[in-house]
Structure formats: structure tokens, C-alpha cells
């Protein structure tokens, strides 16, 4: 009897002390590649900056997750400086399984509002759509063609961190053409990844463009130049004493020395490096390429391609792409160092396409950019490299813009 009854008192006490204790809402960084400083809680506005961990300037990547908010409507505030495109966070409810903007309950480029639902214990908060290292293994394991490829380490990072590797080559001839891509020589801007996925998903699928490509084309992939950045959720941009991407002046990082090696081992025709632009309102509403000073009539044939091969919706127009002196894209942007396009560009002979592309984070000419749609921008740009290969030509010459 007496055991009963301690038992009910036990209940009884579990009951009161789950319902009637206050929740305590947490905000941290324990998720993937989470950024946040937590300043302090008011009522019901959380106030909070992104981490800029080394950078020289201000830059707007964040990750957080808040737990115990169940059923209450906070106000987050970015005290330091902007950090929310106009579709707002993106926000997780399953622990990164999927994905949706929080557009609908407005934002601001400093602060956004989020009912949580009464059943959310646990909700992800990212400032784009985040891409991690884990995302590409589980795309390769799903893949076809696995016995083409292989994957391997570029390099330890200066964390001890295995930078990874793709290579397809092709099997029963020579390759017509050599091309490499790679991703995160600016480590926060992940939605470029799902491009540079979507592109090498055209190696490694059963369709007539696939075969075509195992058969012509080797391909090498860097899908996280800089790996301790997108692994931690570091800014990356502005880095000290420059970035990853202003590194081939002075090859400071060992991913940087390794990335140079393999492209002067692997002599390829084609390079195509991946990027996110500005977050806000800046250059940011549209997909484009900003041309080099050396960028030739190749070059404008290959966006003429991809404009006429693409898919996914994100309406690509060649037009859009930047000349070279035109806004940022100038000498002095590169001050700080030479970026790898330049590189490669002065030191792989081989080389006819050399190019960096900027993906909008929120709207790409007024469309919605969404995974899927990067994804399949990405094999739109395979769809355009065979073209390239097999000798289309839709551009003759440079078209002629107005001087600035
Ligand atoms: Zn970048």
C-alpha cells in the first residue's frame, strides 16, 4: 500500500513539475555548422549577432537552434550588422531532413519573428540552405556508377580534417576534355554546393547525357575547399589575413597549395568554381558569372549554352553576367590576393573555360532558388558542356558593352 502511494506523490510531482516549471528557452550552436552569439533574452525578443571568427568584415552566415519555445512567438534580433535575405531564415522542424523559408511571417535584413509550433522542442534556424559534408557522402552513396569514380583526401587541413575528392575518368578512351569544379572556397556560401552536385549528378546517372559523359569527359571535384570552415560554420569571406580565394598570391593554406597542385597534375580544359554573392540586395537577384579581364569569346559561347540548356527553373540569362570592371568585379578586389580563377588562368596552359558562378540566395530573376532548382541548374550546365564539347557555337563574338 505504502509503495502505491509513493508512487502516486511521484506522479503527481512529475505532472506538476512538467507543467507548471517555465520553459527555458535555449539558444546555441549545436547543430551543423552552427554560428550564433547569444546576447540575451527580453520578454519575448531574443537578441543575437553572427560570429565573424577571424573575418575582417562584417558577414551575415548564422546557424542556431532554440529549444524550449514551444507555442511562444519570439522576435529574433541581428544586433551587429544584416544577416537575413528577403525570404527570411530558413527553418528546420526535423532536425535538417527538410527545409522551408519563413517568408510568410516577415523579415527584415536584422530581425524575423517565428511562431513555434506547440510540439517543436527543438527547431533549426539557418541563414541559407545549408550544405554539409555529410550531404555529399550520402549523394554519392546513392548514386549509380559507383565503380567509376573514386573518392580520396586532397589534403589534411591545418585542423587535421580530411579534405575530400571525386575523380571520374573515363574508361575506354581518352577524354576528350579534362574538367574540374570545386565549391566553399568561401566556406558559408553553401547553397552553391547543390549546383556543383546537381552538375556531377550528370556523371553518375542512367540517361544518354550520363554514358555521354563517362565517356568523354574526366572530371575531378573539391566539394569543400575550405573544409574546417564548413564543417565549424565559419564565415570564411574576408578571412584573416585574407580568404581562401585571395590565397594564390601566398598559398597560406594547405588546401589552397594542394587544390594548385592538382590542377597543374590534372591539365584541365575546363574549371568551373562555385560561389554565393552578397546576401542582400546586391547583385544578388539573379545567377551570373563576373567575367575575367581575360575572358574571351569561349567563355560567352559557354553562357550562351547554358542559358539555352538550362533547367530548374532559376531563369540563367547570359546577359546577366557581370563584365569585368563593372560594380566589385575590378583590380582592386583582388588586392588582397590572387583568387583561383586567376590563377589557373595564368598557369594551366590547358585551360579554355575558367570561370567562377555567383547563385542568388533567395530569387534568381524573380524565382524562388530552392535545392532542387540549384540542383538542376547544375546538370543544365552538364547539358551545356557536352554542347561545348561537341562544338555549338552561339556566340561568334564578344558582345560590346557600354564602358562604366
Ligand atoms: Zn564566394
Redesign the pocket.
Known amino acids: 500500500m505504502r509503495t502505491i502511494y509513493l508512487a502516486v506523490v511521484a506522479l503527481v510531482a512529475a505532472f506538476f513539475t512538467s507543467s507548471c516549471t517555465p520553459k527555458q528557452v535555449v539558444v546555441d550552436d549545436q547543430l551543423p555548422a552552427g554560428n550564433i552569439v547569444f546576447e540575451r533574452i527580453i520578454n519575448d525578443t531574443v537578441y543575437v549577432h553572427q560570429s565573424l571568427r577571424g573575418s575582417k568584415k562584417a558577414w551575415f552566415y548564422w546557424a542556431f537552434r532554440v529549444r524550449g519555445a514551444q507555442g511562444k512567438r519570439l522576435t529574433f534580433v541581428f544586433t551587429k550588422s544584416f544577416a537575413l535575405c528577403e525570404r527570411g531564415p530558413l527553418v528546420s522542424l526535423d532536425k535538417g531532413k527538410s527545409y522551408e523559408y519563413l517568408a510568410e511571417e516577415g523579415s527584415t535584413p536584422h530581425t524575423f519573428t517565428y511562431t513555434f509550433p506547440d510540439d517543436a522542442k527543438e527547431v533549426w534556424f539557418y541563414e541559407c540552405h545549408p550544405y554539409t559534408p555529410q550531404m555529399w557522402e550520402a549523394f554519392l552513396s546513392k548514386r549509380s556508377h559507383k565503380g567509376d569514380f573514386e573518392t580520396g583526401v586532397l589534403c589534411k587541413t591545418r585542423k587535421g580534417r580530411d579534405v575530400p575528392f571525386f575523380r571520374m575518368t573515363t574508361k575506354n578512351s581518352l577524354p576528350k576534355k579534362s574538367v574540374v569544379v570545386s565549391a566553399r ?2 566556406c558559408s ?1 553553401a547553397p ?1 554546393s547543390y549546383v556543383m552536385e546537381g552538375f556531377v549528378a550528370a556523371f553518375l546517372e542512367d540517361s544518354q547525357l550520363g554514358a555521354w559523359l563517362r565517356e568523354n569527359v574526366e572530371l575531378t571535384v573539391v566539394p569543400f575547399v575550405d573544409m574546417d570552415g564548413a564543417v565549424d560554420g565559419d564565415q ?2 574576408w578571412r584573416l589575413p585574407h580568404d581562401h ?1 585571395r590565397d594564390y598570391t601566398e598559398f597560406l593554406y594547405p588546401e589552397t597549395a594542394a587544390f594548385a597542385s592538382l590542377m597543374a597534375e590534372t591539365e584541365p580544359q575546363v574549371f568551373m568554381d562555385f ?3 552578397k546576401l542582400y540586395k546586391y547583385n544578388d537577384n539573379y545567377i551570373y558569372t563576373p567575367y575575367k579581364a581575360f575572358s574571351g569569346v569561349t567563355e560567352y559561347n559557354f553562357s550562351a549554352l547554358i542559358e539555352k540548356y538550362q533547367e530548374g527553373d532559376l531563369d540563367y540569362r547570359a546577359s546577366d553576367n557581370m563584365p569585368y570592371g563593372v560594380s566589385w568585379n575590378k583590380a582592386g578586389n583582388y588586392t588582397d590576393g590572387l583568387n583561383v580563377t586567376g590563377w589557373v588562368h595564368n598557369n594551366i596552359k590547358s585551360i579554355e573555360i575558367c570561370r ?1 558562378f ?1 547563385i542568388p540566395f533567395a530569387y534568381a530573376n524573380g524565382k524562388l532558388v530552392y535545392p532542387d532548382k540549384m540542383r538542376k541548374f547544375g546538370h543544365g550546365i552538364a547539358r551545356a558542356l557536352k554542347a561545348y564539347i561537341e562544338g555549338e557555337e552561339l556566340v561568334t563574338e564578344i558582345p560590346v558593352v557600354p564602358a562604366q
Open positions: 572556397h568561401h556560401e552553391a570564411g569571406k580565394n560561389h554565393n554573392p567562377t555567383e
